[in-house]
């Protein structure tokens, strides 16, 4: 380093073709550190040395490090990331050295911009440094084993097939060449495999396949005759065939690219899962205007296993666990009997199990045998200094996998083979919980990996546990054991969309620091599920591939719900008829009675319901009924645009108005127009901004437009997809986003101009990153973005019929609502500015100006902002709003020029905004203004604020002030549960009158029933209005997800369908939103089946437990679920943030499994829990409470504060509505948990206000329904509630009985005092497949580090 002049170097565990496990001769990072784990990067300084890990290696890494070694455990509260470290100890001008063969491409590039920001260069060093440091002798040689033939009975497909499929892949691209650096996609590609790096059956090559030729580069040495003949080397008239070239020679092939003049585009890996992606060597070798960066198409096609790789899957997964069952078989005795088996043996002794089964060809990773305390290091290895004698003390887990001629293997499982204790019974149970729970998923086709995996995890949550790896990864076809795309992981940074073929691990654990370790890996398949009822998509779902039973001493079945039970004795049935008779035919009788033993039912103790169609509920009316229609996805699909078809009355032509615009658009030299649903502030829209609805007709509140000299179309959402097609002309197309085959904006821009056109677009109107995204994609096609700030619409509608702007004045939010002042929140805003080195801060978002200020205004309908800007520098702070707007009052409360020493705001005229901003190019003190970006409901810096700020002065992140706003004060928090109390009240008032009147034959339409609640709200203290206009929907208005009644479209409100009623008020305290769905006659089985089955979800988010850290998109599928089963689903989101006396829509929460962004969940958050199901022209169903995150009190703790939800609405669902038979226990117990709540809060308040009959109405709808209760609730799960834990940072003293311990780790864990609980009997009774342990508290004894 020092020869060199490089400050740092950096080590990573990767070969040249950032393969994840690598050849002995390229395991540098571990000769360098002594760490041997397959995950880890090293960072040297001139003084110090630090290695980053992931949670598997956490034990591992601490143990094989030495001393001088700093341990980095990634993920971890306070861990700097590696760039961020080197940021910190290098000073401006240093140099990082890396082998750029070693780092793949995209990390390269985040690296090097990463250390740029603190004038840090990163240097590409082709001499790797460790190279020279390891001895020749010492160091390992590469293999010289040759390659060999992958038989086309196992691989299903010929290579020269693959190789046209890839070649149509590159053709889509437009790519003339594409390099393959990854080993296991050149192995699958021509159907080769070799020795090259241990237990997976690769060897080291690169690939360039061209349009009409194929170059191997690989040491020649390893083509034998036979390889040649297959790759028909030299043999190419008239086929396919392969040119051989030297392995080393591949980087100057790519250099000499730039004097190619027939090769234009140059297609190469990008970072996408397990795989790097080209290394960046590869990447810098290929001239700079060639490249194109895509996942390879060869990964993807890999992933997707065809039939012959299918069965061949399975049939190594029965011989794989005939070899495992008899192998546990013969140790249960061997170690009851106390005979002398250690880790090492046993492992050496299982892979001559698998020897034994027919087309072996080794093991698939080193075997994870371990016992005990190294079972808490998840991938430990054993070695002769760690091997451990195999007892019936504890567990031993056996994580372990074989490679076979026709599929790859991976599977653990857990043993006691004495009497485990009550927390290892838990633990197993739990673990065992979250495996099924993810193995019996049903999903909609297009679901990614992400979505699923805190499906394995919740049960863990809910004590407090957790494990720190993926749930899940990709498995190869006698190829790698982890192999991309598809990774479980409720961290991840990206997701990939589960696809049938796939193959991968569910595998979830618990790990007690050096104790034990509980894991259960089962490899399952994506299938094609049959469902009763189908949306607009196919349902998938899995099949278990991995058949070897489960350990039933270790399940305490009062724990499991029915259904996890009913699947449980299922697979240990399949277990028995299909691997048992392989066993009996093999002769392998021990291990048949083994097995025979082990999967004998349990005897399920939880009511399970089933489906409905078990029930009895659904008939074949109801699913005709469901059925959807091929129209969905269809362009051309609008509804009665067919001549002599009926118009809808809410149907408006526009033809005019798109006449007269597309005069204006041949003005201004234009070929197409968007036009954004939002105005100049975004989310918030003032009746003269609505410029979309009055082109189109359209009244929804999301939506844009693009037009083009001869057609128009409008995008929108599920939410919205009736509605816009009753309003549209028929001469508009309706895009209905998120349904397959409906191009982008950009996409069809493309498709409908040709080079050299141009597109308009108001800049004010655009968000910066959404106009930066539409400029690059239509650049693609030589279509140019521009800029037009003469609104065209504006020019085409007629003053006299558009709405002026609202001249109310602002007002003040008063402190004692607001909570705390406007100057200490400009305070810490300016401490967050300082924080990021921003001289100024531009705020776009009204409610961000309104929040800050503690200021409201009416300029918005049902929302209380007004239009402003504010820019807030160092020492100043200036507020840009319309004349006029400012009062005495708000002057006062500003000190408007009074700014002596205190904190005081300066007025400036609104429409100076950009000019302010323009200036800044003089203004040499001013070198960083932080711009807000897209995020969440949060549309960011419109183009036009970001284009007036100079290139290099620009900030853009996320807004310090969205994020403040989201996290309610104290008094705020307490303000918005006071007004949801006093709502429910004027709700339940309603719905009790209601009923009655209906009932009583009454008639009443959908605005004469909103007005009724509109007048019942009025009532309560500090009303102010509606937070948005009432969603009051009967019958077909109801599938309408975002239904308003007009006149031409109310209807009377009968006993004959189902009333949905989606209103809220806005509140001096708070904003209130609220959902219930109601019948007021005999509801038809299938609505009771989706009302049931709509609650089921909002129960299950609602009660959820989660680590801090969690994001909102990772809890939707829960909500989902239940629907998803049975082939149903929603277009629209499960929850939104919302305001405090602001936007009912509030940045950043977005419960939606769509999502491109996350956002955390944090204490103080409030959001919408409101799944829903919308039958067509029919009904709709939705069910919405607003939850708040708060802290949560569990029986154990990991690492991370627990957190969960709080119910702040409080109205009562509908009993008649819901089929109890569904509900698994915990479900209705909290459902009547939360029924009494209501009747205990909103109760008091109904008398208190003279509402009686409201009240007697509250009582009957409140009655505790009767749950099936076949279920024991564990003792420790109901601890959860009642148990206080108390963490101990002191040494040395016992503060109580229940005590916390911080391991070195970072993993904490609760203990209950072992004499006390061995004093009250409390010890664990040891089970049989008939006997099950009933929980106790956790009874772990002397493990407490003082």
């Known amino acids: 380093m020092l020869k060199l002049g490089f400050d740092a170097y950096i080590i990573p565990n990767d070969d040249e073709h950032q393969s994840e496990y690598v050849s002995p001769t390229d395991e540098r990072r571990s000769y360098i550190s002594g760490f041997s784990g397959s995950a880890g990067t090293a960072v040297v300084t001139m003084d110090q040395q630090a290695l980053w890990t992931d949670g598997r290696y956490f034990l591992q890494a601490d143990q094989q490090l030495d001393c001088h070694w700093l341990l980095m455990k990634q993920k971890n509260p306070g861990v700097p990331k590696m760039m961020e470290w080197l940021r910190q100890k290098l000073v401006k001008g240093s140099k990082v050295g890396a082998d750029p063969r070693l780092l793949g491409s995209n990390t390269w590039i985040a690296y090097a911009e990463d250390l740029a920001k603190s004038e840090i260069k990163l240097e590409a060093e082709e001499r790797n440094l460790v190279d020279l440091v390891w001895p020749a002798e010492e160091r390992p040689p590469h293999s010289q084993d040759p390659i060999f033939i992958h038989e086309l009975k196992f691989a299903g497909k010929k290579w020269e097939d693959k190789v046209a499929d890839v070649r149509a892949e590159m053709l889509k691209e437009g790519a003339d060449l594409l390099v393959v650096t990854a080993l296991d996609e050149v192995a699958w590609l021509l159907n080769l495999r070799g020795n090259d790096i241990p237990y997976n059956p690769v060897f080291r090559s690169y690939l360039i396949l061209g349009r009409d030729d194929l170059q191997l580069y690989i040491p020649k040495e390893k083509i034998t005759p036979a390889v040649d003949h297959h790759l028909h080397v030299n043999s190419c008239e008239g086929q396919e065939c392969v040119v051989i070239n030297e392995y080393t020679a591949v980087l100057d092939r790519l250099r000499a690219l730039k004097l190619n003049n027939h090769v234009k585009k140059v297609m190469l890996g990008s970072k996408y899962s397990y795989s790097g992606g080209a290394s960046y060597a590869v990447y810098s070798a290929v001239p700079e205007e060639m490249r194109l960066m895509v996942t390879s198409p060869v990964l993807l096609m890999k992933a997707r296993k065809n039939a012959v790789e299918v069965d061949g899957m399975k049939n190594a997964h029965i011989k794989d666990a005939v070899a495992l069952c ?40 080193t075997t994870i045998s371990a016992f005990g305390s190294n079972g808490a290091i998840v991938h430990y290895q054993p070695v002769r200094e760690t091997d451990k004698k195999i007892t019936n003390t504890s567990l031993y887990l056996l994580d372990s996998g074989g490679q076979y001629k026709d599929g ?52 863990l949550y809910e004590v407090g546990l957790d494990y720190r ?3 899940g990864h990709g498995i190869g076809m006698f190829l790698n054991v982890h192999e991309a795309p598809i990774q479980v992981r409720i961290y991840a940074t990206e997701e990939h969309k589960f696809e049938v073929g796939h ?32 949306f607009d998509k196919r349902s998938l779902g899995f099949e278990a591939v991995t058949l070897v039973p489960f350990e039933p001493k270790l399940i305490n079945i009062t724990m499991l719900t029915g259904k996890q039970c009913h699947w449980l004795n299922s697979y240990h049935a399949r277990v028995r008829d299909v691997v048992g008779g392989e066993l009996m035919t093999q002769g392998r009788t021990r291990g048949y009675e083994w097995l025979i033993s082990k999967t004998e039912p349990l005897p399920c103790v939880n009511h399970y319901g089933g489906t409905l169609e078990s029930a009895g509920l659904m008939s074949s009316t109801n699913l005709q009924h469901v059925e959807r229609v091929a129209r969905e996805a269809a362009l051309d699909g609008r509804t009665n645009c067919k001549e002599g078809n009926p118009q809808p009355e809410i149907r408006v032509n526009t033809s005019s108005q798109m006449t007269k615009l597309r005069q204006e658009m041949g003005n201004h030299r234009l070929d197409g127009y968007i036009i954004p649903m939002t105005g100049e502030q975004h989310g918030y829209l003032a009746p003269a901004e609505k410029r979309l609805q009055y082109m189109t007709g359209f009244t929804g509140s999301f939506g844009n437009v693009a037009v083009t000299a001869d057609e128009q179309a409008l995008w929108t959402d599920g939410r919205y997809f009736l509605q816009a097609d009753s309003e549209l002309g028929c001469d508009w197309l309706l895009m209905k986003e998120q349904i397959d085959g409906v191009p982008t904006i950009s996409e069809w821009l493309r498709s409908k101009l040709v080079s050299g056109a141009k597109v308009g677009a108001d800049p004010r109107l655009i968000a910066a990153d959404t106009w930066k995204f539409y400029s690059e994609e239509l650049a693609k096609s030589d279509i140019e973005l521009v800029a037009e700030e003469t609104n065209l619409v504006d020019l085409v509608w007629p003053a006299e019929e558009r709405p002026p702007y609202s001249q109310d004045p602002i007002y003040i939010h008063e402190l004692q609502f607001a909570g705390k002042r406007w100057e200490d929140k400009v305070a810490d805003v300016r401490a967050e500015m300082e924080r990021q ?35 807030i520098g160092r020492n100043n702070v200036e507020l840009f709003v319309p004349p006029d707007k400012i009062t005495p009052a708000v002057d006062n409360h500003l000190n408007v020029n009074q700014c002596g020493e205190q904190e005081c705001v300066i007025i400036t005229e609104y429409i100076a905004i950009l000019d302010r901003l323009r200036v800044l190019k003089l203004n040499n003190g001013i070198t960083k203004v932080m711009l ?10 419109s183009y036009a604020i970001y284009s007036a700020v100079p290139e290099e002065k620009r900030l853009v992140t996320i807004s310090p002030v969205l994020e403040m706003k989201a996290r309610k004060n104290p008094v705020e928090i307490k303000g918005m549960k006071d007004s949801h109390i006093r709502d429910a009240v004027a709700l339940c008032d309603f719905l009790s009158f209601m009923e009655k009147e209906i009932n009583s034959g009454n008639s009443w339409n959908e605005i004469t029933a909103s007005e009724k609640l509109l007048e019942l709200r009025r009532q309560q203290q500090n009303f102010m209005g509606v937070s948005f206009k009432t969603i009051s929907a009967f019958g077909p208005n109801g599938a309408v997800i975002h239904y308003r009644p007009r006149p031409d479209t109310n209807r009377e409100i009968t006993t004959e369908s189902l009333y949905l009623l989606d209103s809220g008020g806005q509140y001096k305290d708070g904003t209130t939103d609220v959902t219930r769905t109601m019948h007021y006659g005999e509801p038809t089985s299938f609505q009771v089946e989706a009302y049931t089955r709509v609650l089921i979800g909002a129960i299950d988010l609602a009660r959820l437990i989660f680590p801090e850290g969690t994001d909102d998109t990772d809890i939707d599928i829960l909500a989902r679920r239940p629907l998803y089963e049975v082939g149903l689903d929603y277009r629209h989101g499960t929850g939104h943030g919302i305001g405090h006396f602001l936007g009912v829509h509030e940045a950043p929460i977005q419960v939606r499994i769509y999502s491109t962004e996350e956002h955390k969940l944090e204490v103080g958050h409030f959001f919408s829990d409101e799944p829903g199901y919308y039958q067509d ?49 915990i479900q209705c117990d909290w459902l009547n948990d939360y029924h009494t709540r209501v009747r205990e809060v909103i109760g008091p308040e109904l008398l208190n206000q003279g509402h009686q009959v409201a009240y007697d109405w509250l009582v009957t709808k409140t009655e505790p329904l009767k749950c099936p209760h076949h279920r024991q609730s564990s003792p420790v799960s109901s601890k959860t509630t009642t148990t206080t834990t108390t ?23 609760t203990h209950k005092d072992a004499e006390e609980l061995e004093e009250s009997g409390t010890a664990a009774l040891a089970s049989t497949a008939g006997t099950v342990a009933i929980m106790v508290l956790l009874t772990v004894k002397n493990l407490l580090v003082w």
């Open 837 to 871: 080195g921003a001289d100024i801060l531009v705020i776009t978002a009204p409610d961000e100006v309104a929040w800050l200020l503690n200021l409201r205004g009416s300029d918005v309908e049902t929302t209380p902002v007004f239009r402003s800007y504010v820019i």
């Open 1177 to 1225: 022209n029919q009904w709709g169903i939705r069910l919405e409470t607003i939850l708040t995150v708060v802290t949560k009190e569990t029986e154990y703790k990991f690492d991370k504060q627990s957190l969960g939800f709080e119910p702040v609405t409080l109205v009562p669902f509908e009993a008649k509505l819901i089929n109890t038979t569904l509900l698994e226990d």
């Open 503 to 534: 193959f991968f691990s569910d595998e979830p654990g618990f790990y007690l620091d050096n104790d034990f370790g509980v894991r259960l890996e089962t490899i399952v398949t994506v299938v094609p599920k049959d469902t009763p009822y189908h």
């Open 326 to 365: 008899d192998f546990l078989s013969f140790m249960e005795p061997e170690i009851m009997e106390g005979k002398n088996w250690s880790e090492i043996d046993a492992a050496n002794l299982l892979k001559e199990y698998r020897s034994q089964q027919r087309d072996f060809k080794g093991i698939s990773f």
């Open 932 to 941: 807000g970006k897209k995020y969440s409901y949060s549309g960011g810096a």
């Open 1287 to 1309: 963490s101990v940072t002191t040494t040395g003293h016992h503060l109580t009985t229940t005590r916390t311990v911080e391991y070195a780790t970072s993993a904490i864990i």
């Open 408 to 459: 790859t293997t991976d599977v653990t499982r857990t043993m006691h083979y004495g009497d485990p204790k009550p927390l290892h019974v838990e633990a197993y149970t739990r673990v065992l919980m979250g495996a099924i729970d993810l193995a019996t998923l049903i999903f909609p086709e297009g679901t990614g990996d992400a979505d699923v995996d805190i499906m394995a995890r919740r049960h």
């Open 469 to 471: 790896h993926g749930t």
